[in-house]
T-cell receptor, first 116, second 116 residues
Framework: DSGVTQTPKHLITATGQRVTLRCSPR?????VYWYQQSLDQGLQFLIQYYNGEERAKGNILERFSAQQFPDLHSELNLSSLELGDSALYFCASSVRTSGANTGELFFGEGSRLTVL | AQSVTQPDIHITVSEGASLELRCNYS??????LFWYVQSPGQGLQLLLKYFSGDTLVQGIKGFEAEFKRSQSSFNLRKPSVHWSDAAEYFCAVGGNYGGSQGNLIFGKGTKLSVKP
């Protein structure tokens, strides 16, 4: 158990719809990362938040957005869903100290999104 | 551009045989290197990591990896594979940007099958 909790574990929806994925990081972790895992693209970094602020952006579509709340949980919003958005979405968190960020990430078990 | 290449998509080994999974990286600065394992339906679990120092690092479950800067490689090894090692293995590279980033770049993964 990594300590990172993601809900829901599975989600089936239709094209054009909007969904929200939720992530609770490990206790004390300030950084949250979102990744998308698909068969053809592998693990793609989407976005990172640190203590409520966006810190880095990867291959995140404009239809997708995320935020991190004061209690440090994060939500990934996916809108105008397309068939190609079907994937496993992972949240990860990491320890952020006053010095170097070692970059080790702790992953949740993922939310599997199926768009029909 | 930063990237990670895992040349082998799928490897099958016999139980008790030795294992080596290849990983090559491209990174502009001193890399932090990681190997993660993903069992079916699970999140990613960290096997081992390299930041600096001894280029041979030991991880969990009897795995080790060797960092070779001259070859830009970080191959994962295990002397004797167990059936429970069947999973997908991901190599990843990251770096320390003074704490401003921490996202990892992942290879496409190598799926390991173990024959009885």
């Amino acid at each position: 158990d990594s300590g990172v909790t993601q809900t829901p574990k599975h989600l089936i929806t239709a094209t054009g719809q909007r969904v929200t994925l939720r992530c609770s990081p490990r206790s004390g972790d300030l950084s949250v990362y979102w990744y998308q895992q698909s068969l053809d693209q592998g693990l793609q970094f989407l976005i990172q938040y640190y203590n409520g602020e966006e810190r880095a952006k990867g291959n995140i579509l404009e239809r997708f957005s995320a935020q991190q709340f004061p209690d440090l949980h994060s939500e990934l919003n996916l809108s105008s869903l397309e068939l190609g958005d079907s994937a496993l979405y992972f949240c990860a968190s990491s320890v952020r100290t006053s010095g170097a960020n070692t970059g080790e990430l702790f992953f949740g078990e993922g939310s599997r999104l199926t768009v029909l | 551009a930063q990237s990670v290449t895992q040349p082998d998509i799928h490897i099958t080994v016999s139980e008790g045989a030795s294992l080596e999974l290849r990983c090559n990286y491209s990174y502009g600065a001193t890399p932090y290197l990681f190997w993660y394992v993903q069992s079916p339906g699970q999140g990613l679990q960290l096997l081992l990591k390299y930041f600096s120092g001894d280029t041979l690092v030991q991880g969990i479950k009897g795995f080790e990896a060797e960092f070779k800067r001259s070859q830009s490689s970080f191959n994962l090894r295990k002397p004797s594979v167990h059936w429970s090692d069947a999973a997908e293995y991901f190599c990843a590279v990251g770096g320390n940007y003074g704490g401003s980033q921490g996202n990892l770049i992942f290879g496409k993964g190598t799926k390991l099958s173990v024959k009885p």
